[in-house]
């Protein structure tokens, strides 16, 4: 194994509240980062937050990691002011179970956190006292500025007890990587302090797998179009209204179909939503496993990108990732200036809308349609720019390497 061979093994503990057998996207980036680094040689605890465990803790062998699940408040699928108290406590509660473990005395060479939730810096201040080590904050969501943004909260008593917390968190860390450069502003003043470093850590993603996926798209109705689709979740920070009115006008073109995939806050509405209007060249299916995903995007010619467009941070959704690597290019409809508009442009893996014009979104489907006929070196493009910044092999070696100089 690589790190056993240079003499460079770290043993490092990873906090998150997201991890197989979830299937979120979160979850995948975790899952793949963890066999990476088990992969590399090196020696990787998992904690994390778990509501149904009977007893304190349970630990687990997970494709040589050690999980350990501790017992602490439900913090999914609840009431909003339930899940914020939840959230609050979440990491003492975490703290208290930890010290009732057989990991108690456990020391690391290094911590990493997973963020969003926003809520792991008491854990992870702790866990630096204890091992005198450094820690690593993967940052993928700037909360709750993104909420603001959204119109979701407005900069009251609530984003600024947010706020507060996440700044905490930022304090707690040694090593922060955002996902694209044009997030790096944010944390100028976080940066400014001695022995901080700051770095951009794009999204990562492994190995693909070769599951078959239940979704056979010749058995449907959609059977010989051209199919456009979308897997992943489907909620207020994506805008999928705009796709819905591109499928509304598209549906005369009896060549062209969609697919939707997952779930989300806004899943079943968009699913009435197609219903009421008669839409014929549309299918949706409920969440697969994320290792049926490569298989489904092989019967498929065109993946889609929505972010609603009141963002003003940057963002490269997962989805993205697993277009590149299955060699899908992409339309995409984000928020103006977003970093990855230039990418899309830069290595001509698609079209990209960043006015939210409903018109200029249906002229650049209709004319990538035409040019996945015509240019038959997109897929080596795609999958040329994920293996250049998107393998998480890189991902690895950059995090070991941040944890290995402070």
């Given amino acids: 194994m690589e790190a056993v061979l240079k003499g460079q093994v770290m043993r490092?503990?990873?906090?998150?509240?997201?991890?197989?057998?979830?299937?979120?996207?979160?979850?995948?980036?975790?899952?793949?980062?963890?066999?990476?680094?088990?992969?590399?040689?090196?020696?990787?605890?998992?904690?994390?937050?778990?509501?149904?465990?009977?007893?304190?803790?349970?630990?687990?062998?997970?494709?040589?990691?050690?999980?350990?699940?501790?017992?602490?408040?439900?913090?999914?699928?609840?009431?909003?002011?339930?899940?914020?108290?939840?959230?609050?406590?979440?990491?003492?509660?975490?703290?208290?179970?930890?010290?009732?473990?057989?990991?108690?005395?456990?020391?690391?060479?290094?911590?990493?956190?997973?963020?969003?939730?926003?809520?792991?810096?008491?854990?992870?201040?702790?866990?630096?006292?204890?091992?005198?080590?450094?820690?690593?904050?993967?940052?993928?969501?700037?909360?709750?500025?993104?909420?603001?943004?959204?119109?979701?909260?407005?900069?009251?008593?609530p984003y600024r007890v947010f706020d507060a917390v996440a700044r905490y968190q930022y304090s707690v860390a040694d090593v922060i990587g955002v996902q694209t450069p044009g997030n790096l502003g944010y944390f100028d003043r976080w940066q400014a302090q001695a022995g901080r470093r700051l770095q951009v850590l794009p999204n990562w993603l492994g190995a693909p797998a070769q599951r078959r996926c239940p979704i056979r798209i010749y058995q449907t109705p959609l059977v010989g179009r051209k199919i456009f689709v979308y897997a992943g979740n489907m909620g207020v920070a994506q805008g999928m209204d705009r796709v819905m009115e591109l499928m509304v006008q598209l549906q005369t073109r009896t060549d062209v179909g969609f697919v939707f995939v997952g779930r989300g806050s806004d899943a079943q509405r968009l699913k009435a939503q197609a219903h009421g209007l008669g839409l014929n060249n549309v299918l949706f299916f409920d969440e697969i496993d994320p290792d049926e995903i490569p298989d489904l995007y092989a019967q498929c010619h065109v993946g889609l990108v929505a972010l609603d467009p009141r963002h003003r941070s940057h963002n490269i959704p997962g989805k993205f990732l697993t277009y590149m690597q299955s060699g899908l290019p992409v339309l995409a409809n984000v928020n103006a200036g977003n970093d990855l508009s230039g990418l899309i442009r830069e290595h001509r893996v698609g079209l990209v809308c960043e006015n939210n014009d409903l018109l200029a979104l249906k002229q650049m489907a209709e004319e990538l349609l035409e040019q996945i006929d015509a240019d038959t070196n997109v897929l080596h493009r795609c999958k040329a720019l994920f293996d250049q910044q998107f393998a998480v092999e890189a991902t690895v070696k950059q995090i070991v390497a941040a944890l290995s100089a402070q």
């Fill in 12 to 157: 490092l503990v990873l906090v998150a509240d997201t991890f197989p057998p979830l299937r979120t996207s979160g979850a995948v980036q975790l899952r793949d980062l963890s066999r990476e680094l088990v992969r590399q040689g090196h020696q990787l605890t998992v904690l994390l937050p778990a509501a149904d465990l009977d007893g304190p803790w349970r630990l687990d062998d997970w494709e040589g990691v050690r999980v350990l699940r501790l017992r602490a408040p439900k913090t999914k699928d609840i009431g909003y002011v339930r899940r914020t108290l939840n959230e609050f406590w979440m990491p003492f509660a975490m703290r208290r179970q930890l010290r009732r473990s057989p990991l108690a005395l456990e020391r690391f060479d290094g911590v990493v956190w997973y963020s969003p939730s926003i809520f792991h810096g008491p854990l992870v201040k702790t866990l630096k006292r204890q091992s005198h080590c450094p820690a690593y904050l993967i940052i993928r969501d700037i909360f709750p500025e993104w909420a603001v943004d959204m119109g979701l909260m407005g900069r009251g008593l």
